[in-house]
């Protein structure tokens, strides 16, 4: 046993000796030999009996280590056959050490107060204080990766010392097999063509046999450098299954397929688009190919054109840069209407719920889904904050009509009112953080979703109705489709009609923004109905102490990039008024995309928009941010303008480095 441990054992007590004895010599001195010759004899009673105590207290140390590392197992001699060390608690000096650690450490005995975090960077032993066995991470001593457990020891001294007897297990040959099976996990992938049926269309077939080969040929060299299976299952979909080891590369690259790919142009001129589905940590091949379809799915769901990463946890996201294109299909939108009138027909009562601070695509689809219930003469709710909202015009104008006097609740008369027969429909949101009442939506187990937007990845699950279009303009398109096949021309009341037409002229910038063959047609539709676009725009108009204000954050506006205008403020204001600022900033020359922040109630609100190649879903998403290519937004909790503005800025930067 070294001196260090021979002191930790009887730590201090040769002065106390020292002064037993000086005593005895004042005492001598001082002609009191009685009293010398009694501490004298004393002072040596108690030397024999600390001789005999350390002698004592040292075996009882060293049959525990013993002991100790016995239960482990020993090899002939009685030494241990891993590397063992005591270390005293708090802060972690070294007391004794065995061979074995000595030996893979260098530490030497004769090294007086050496700390073990001198020898392990970082480590420390609050893990033992805290009632664990086994340090969280691993400690590497050349080159070797070992797992370290360790239990306490009282050194039986006067300070009550509590030492760590800690043991150091080599797993390096278990660790390198274990990453060997993770890096060596399939991971099971789907590849499919966005827009086969328009790249195809009209075409011949010789020059579709030319367009499917210059697809497989992008298709396979890119998928040559994965060293995975590639197999054709569909004109327009693969398999593809490769290691997860080169999963990695794949990401680094930012899935360079996705950019190659539109390099194949159709006679017609439409560039081909894939979106990519990855499923990785299935405990299957089953299970692998299931998270495949939901990243397929999502993506889909989000426009198309990029990667989904779907593991057991969550989404990630790749690409997804470029414009939606349409690929809807009308008899989605026919069989959609047919499963959402019978789910209206058997249900007891219908709740209409959108977005919180509702505009006028939430309160105009919601008014579009009212009357299917009146169709089909259900008792129906739209849940919304009367005074909350950027619709008051066409709110007041609502209530106004005797039929829907009593249209509008609030969330909390809402889940009063529902029962285990009610249906919700959610329209223009497909987040459920950011429905009006969150509540109402746990509380009913039948919902259905009506939305335009990009699905972010806490999207709401289950639906029994998923209506989800990221190319339509806007929730009232949808809403309008559906009408179209569920109801007669005359049962469509003006206000409702007004209302649908609202919601397509403000998600669509009066139809110079997200517009496609099918926005004309519904907003056609809608004015054979009787909606009127003058008195529409009439709910657009603000008064000039808003107009004024919304000049006002223009002013403030800053370029970024020389072609981004970012308003940060310091003061609240209104949601309507910041989305207005953001429209007015793209009236500016040189302007593709804008940003308005502004602080309200414990967070920042940021109002995005983009005419250009910006897509400011994806610039939103990282700030917890949806919406889709061209109108986007987030909501930032507990943080300042200057914390979401420099944070905005990186999430820029970095989307401009690809």
């Known amino acids: 046993m070294n001196r260090k441990l021979g002191r930790l054992i ?5 002065m106390y000796f020292g002064v037993m004895v000086l005593f005895s010599v004042a005492a001598l001195v001082l002609r009191h030999p009685y009293l010398a010759a009694s501490e004298a004899v004393i002072t040596a009673l108690l030397f024999v009996f600390y001789q005999f105590n350390k002698v ?22 009685g030494k241990t056959p891993f590397p063992m060390v005591l270390a005293r608690l708090g802060d972690g000096a070294l007391i004794w050490a065995n061979e074995p650690f000595m030996k893979i450490s260098g530490f030497k005995d004769t090294m007086y107060e050496q700390h073990i975090s001198e020898l392990v960077p970082s480590f420390t032993t609050d893990w033992l204080t805290s009632g664990k066995s086994e340090y969280p991470y691993d400690v590497t001593f050349n080159d070797r990766r070992y797992r370290v457990y360790g239990t306490t020891i009282h050194a039986d001294d006067p300070q009550g010392t509590l030492l760590a007897a ?17 890096r060596s996990r399939p991971v099971v992938s789907l590849i499919l063509i966005d827009n086969y049926e328009e790249l195809t269309k009209n075409l011949g077939e010789s020059a579709i046999s030319t367009l499917n080969a210059n697809i497989n040929g992008v298709i396979t060299r890119w998928a040559d450098g994965y060293h995975g299976m590639l197999r054709r299952l569909e004109r327009n979909r693969y398999l593809f299954v490769f290691e997860k080891r080169d999963l990695q590369d794949a990401i680094n690259n930012k899935f360079s397929i996705l950019e190659d790919v539109h390099e194949i142009v159709s006679p017609g001129g439409i560039a ?30 989000r426009g198309g054109d990029q990667a989904v990463i779907k593991d057991r946890l969550n989404f990630e996201f790749y690409g997804g840069r470029t414009r939606e294109t349409d690929h809807r299909s009308k008899v989605r939108s026919r069989v959609t209407a047919n499963s959402l ?6 249900a007891s009562q219908v709740f ?13 689809s919601a008014m579009g889904v009212a009357c299917l219930c009146r169709k089909k003469g259900k008792t129906c ?9 950027a619709a008051q015009k066409l709110v007041q104008e609502i209530v106004s009509v005797p039929e829907y006097k009593d249209i509008f609740i609030s969330g909390q008369d809402a889940l009063l009112l529902c029962d285990a027969a009610s249906i919700l429909i959610v329209v223009d949101t497909n987040r459920p953080d950011q429905v009006e009442c969150h509540p109402l939506l746990e509380s009913i187990p039948k919902v259905c979703v009506i939305d335009h937007h990009r699905r972010a990845a806490d999207y709401i699950n289950p639906v029994v109705v998923n209506f989800h279009e990221p190319y339509a303009s806007s929730a009232a398109e949808l809403v309008t489709e559906l009408l179209q096949y569920a109801v007669e021309k005359a049962d469509v009341m003006p206000i409702e009609a007004k209302s649908l037409l609202a919601g397509l002229f403000l998600d669509t910038k009066s139809f110079n923004v997200r517009t496609g063959e099918r926005t004309f047609e519904a907003a056609a539709f809608l004015r054979r109905l009787g909606a009127d676009p003058i008195e529409v725009k009439k709910l657009l108009q603000s008064d000039l102490q808003t107009t004024m204000e919304r000049y006002q954050i223009i002013k403030s506006a800053r370029v970024y990039r020389n072609e981004i205008a970012i308003a940060a403020l310091n003061t609240t204001t209104s949601r ?17 995309t804008s940003f308005v922040l502004y602080p309200s109630d414990n967070q920042v609100i940021i109002s995005a928009r983009s005419i250009g190649d910006a897509n400011v879903q994806v610039i939103l998403e990282p700030l917890g941010g949806g919406g889709n290519a061209a109108t986007a937004g987030a909501q930032v909790k507990d943080a300042t303008v200057k914390e979401v503005l420099d944070r905005l800025v990186e999430s820029i930067d970095k989307y401009y480095e690809v």
Not at 352 to 362: E, S
């Open 352 to 364: 209409i719920m959108g977005h919180r601070m509702a505009d006028l695509d939430a309160v105009g």
């Open 56 to 77: 004592h207290r040292r075996r009882e140390l060293e049959a525990y280590i013993h002991s100790a590392t016995n239960t482990l197992g020993t090899t002939d001699g």
């Open 576 to 592: 309507p008024l910041a989305a207005q600022a953001a429209d007015e900033l793209l009236n500016i020359t040189g302007f593709q």
């Open 10 to 14: 009887q730590p201090g007590m040769g």
């Open 381 to 389: 709710h739209i849940v919304m904050d009367v005074e909350k909202n």
């Open 341 to 346: 009138m019978e789910l209206i027909g058997n």
């Open 272 to 301: 081909a688009s894939i979106s990519f589905g990855l499923g990785v940590d299935g405990a299957t091949f089953e299970e692998g190919y299931d998270f495949a379809a939901l990243a397929i799915e999502m993506s889909l769901s």
């Open 166 to 182: 800690l043991y150091f297990t080599d797993l390096t040959d278990l660790y390198q097999i274990r990453d060997e099976y993770i």
